[in-house]
């Protein structure tokens, strides 16, 4: 079990900052979970954007000496970005939302980067078992954000560890985990690692608007639903906070309706691109964005009641260390 914070793929610590989109994890928070040991991930553009990657890659150098990573979704058009992200050698990629057959993980592997695959099924991981990625992540439907399977993670993560045990490639929990029981938790299952979201949008180096952070530190209920983004990103389910205005507007949508018959209810500067935001559009606002910020989306995974406050990024990461280590002292040492 100790081998989840004796750490994975090179870095101190198997814990992985989810990619948080649209741009909440910049250089800021990327670099900070770095320097604290842990895997920080660049979240980048869903539209080509080479520049704007590589500026994103040489500022996160410019905040850490360490090893980290980027991300890109794959039902979005990726190859530029992708390119860059294998030209300036980061020590991971991360993908997710789509197939990554052996041949681009090869690729990959040729310019000296590793491959994290997210993945929501058995099925998923499979595939990228076959591929050869380097590490498998988990998402259960606890997980904030959009959700790609329909299986809770407890259920899910034991089934892909049995898959993995033969093959080296370590795996990696993700869903409502936000502190070290959960973590503990996880390792217990047969995790290596553990990948939180939410935990990181909450703290300083996070690019998220304020009064999402505060939502997050001071509300409990999230819901999974399909009523963000739906024109945008089609049939990408979300787990959302249950804020007043989702709690008020979730059932007068009709099933037909998307974002695009909405009003405009805010502006946000995303990636340096300005960008409209519309009423049930699946943008949550970052730092830029004005409007109102109230009605706009906040993604949030199902352990959102556990986060209390707004901590430095390596804070959270030396606490979800030292309270799994204290629970597995303290807890556990005297079962026999």
Known sequence: MASGWRGILGFDYGIVQAPLGPDISGPELAAAVANAGAIGL?????????????????????????????????????????????????????????????????????????????????????????AGVDGIIVQGREAGGHVIGQEGLFPLLPRVVDLFWDSGIPVIAAGGIVDGRGYVAALALGAQGVCLGTRFVAT????????????????????????????????????????PFYAGWKNNLSDQETEESQPIIGHSIIHGVHKDIRRFAGTVPNATATGDVDSMAMYAGQGVGLITDIIPAGEAVKRLVAEAKDIVREKLSNLK
């Open 204 to 243: 300083e180096e996070s690019f998220a608007h304020p009064i999402y952070k505060q939502k997050l530190i001071e509300m409990s209920r999230t819901d999974h639903t399909n009523v963000f983004g739906r024109a945008r990103w089609p049939n990408a389910p979300q787990r959302v906070l249950e804020t």
């Open 42 to 130: 660049l979240r980048l553009p869903d539209w080509p954007a080479p520049d704007h990657v590589r500026e994103l890659i040489r500022k996160t150098r410019s905040l850490t000496s360490r090893p980290f990573g980027a991300a890109i979704v794959l039902a979005f058009p990726h190859e530029e970005n992708l390119r860059v992200v294998l030209e300036e050698k980061l020590a991971v990629l991360q993908v997710y939302w789509g197939e990554f057959p052996r041949e681009r993980v090869d690729e990959a592997h040729r310019a000296g980067v590793k491959v994290l695959h997210q993945v929501g099924s058995l099925e998923e991981a499979a595939k990228g078992k076959e």
